[in-house]
């Protein structure tokens, strides 16, 4: 009995370990200025000997080019487009280093598929007024990738400060949040007022 159970036991992490392997990484392509590569690729053979990935019944794909370049790409393989390209290295596609090809600034956040935010900016800067004002021109834009349907809850133009949303904190006396939804799936966040000293 005890010869049994261990070879059952045994054929149960066998299992666990091939199901592990056979599982399928789906990647989130979010935030790109050119929006139709954004969305969820799931896994769909190979390309060049690397796992290549499709989005939705599109001709979208995210994978290695081995024939032209050595870099990952996602590109339209019905009208021969690339649209974002890095040379990172690696045998699945990275989360960082792409560049714009024929496609929209910004570059794409790129990862593994699950919810997530990324913001176009982490620092926000003084006026060259000197007076502790924040310089607006170029406001944070966080940006929801949309997994699974999700999204920022309200409407365009709705401030997620006031109706608390979002919460900032840490900001010097004086400074004021304003944050809105400016179009789904992206979030504007400016500071208002100025500093005091």
Same mark, same amino acid.
């Given at each position: 009995?005890?010869?049994?159970?261990?070879?059952?036991?045994?054929?149960?992490?066998?299992?666990?370990?091939?199901?592990?392997?056979?599982?399928?990484?789906?990647?989130?392509?979010? $935030?790109?200025?050119? @929006?139709?590569?954004?969305? %969820?690729?799931? &896994? +769909?053979?190979?390309?060049? /000997?690397?796992?290549?990935?499709?989005?939705?019944?599109?001709?979208?794909?995210?994978?290695?080019?081995?024939?032209?370049?050595?870099?990952?790409?996602?590109?339209?393989?019905?009208?021969?487009?690339?649209?974002?390209?890095?040379?990172?290295?690696?045998?699945?596609?990275?989360?960082?280093?792409?560049?714009?090809?024929?496609?929209?600034?910004?570059?794409?956040?790129?990862?593994?598929? $699950?919810?997530?935010? @990324?913001?176009?900016?982490? %620092?926000?800067? &003084? +006026?060259?007024?000197?007076? /502790?004002?924040?310089?607006?021109?170029?406001?944070?834009?966080?940006?929801?990738?949309?997994?699974?349907?999700?999204?920022?809850?309200?409407?365009?133009?709705?401030?997620?400060?006031?109706?608390?949303?979002?919460?900032?904190?840490?900001?010097?006396?004086?400074?004021?949040?304003?944050?809105?939804?400016?179009?789904?799936?992206?979030?504007?966040?400016?500071?208002?007022?100025?500093?005091?000293?």
């Amino acid at each position: 009995m005890k010869r049994t159970s261990l070879n059952l036991g045994m054929m149960l992490i066998l299992l666990l370990i091939l199901s592990a392997n056979l599982m399928a990484t789906d990647y989130m392509v979010s $935030g790109a200025g050119s @929006s139709v590569v954004d969305g %969820t690729y799931t &896994e +769909s053979g190979t390309y060049n /000997g690397k796992p290549q990935y499709r989005l939705g019944a599109t001709f979208y794909y995210l994978r290695y080019n081995d024939w032209e370049a050595y870099r990952w790409e996602i590109c339209d393989t019905e009208n021969w487009r690339t649209y974002y390209y890095t040379n990172v290295a690696g045998s699945t596609p990275p989360s960082g280093g792409w560049t714009i090809d024929q496609g929209s600034n910004p570059v794409p956040t790129v990862g593994e598929a $699950g919810p997530s935010l @990324s913001y176009s900016l982490s %620092t926000f800067y &003084e +006026s060259s007024a000197d007076d /502790g004002s924040i310089d607006n021109t170029t406001p944070v834009i966080i940006t929801h990738n949309n997994f699974g349907g999700g999204t920022f809850t309200g409407t365009n133009g709705d401030n997620f400060v006031t109706d608390s949303k979002v919460i900032v904190t840490n900001l010097p006396t004086g400074l004021q949040r304003l944050s809105h939804v400016q179009v789904q799936p992206h979030l504007a966040l400016q500071l208002l007022n100025s500093a005091f000293q």
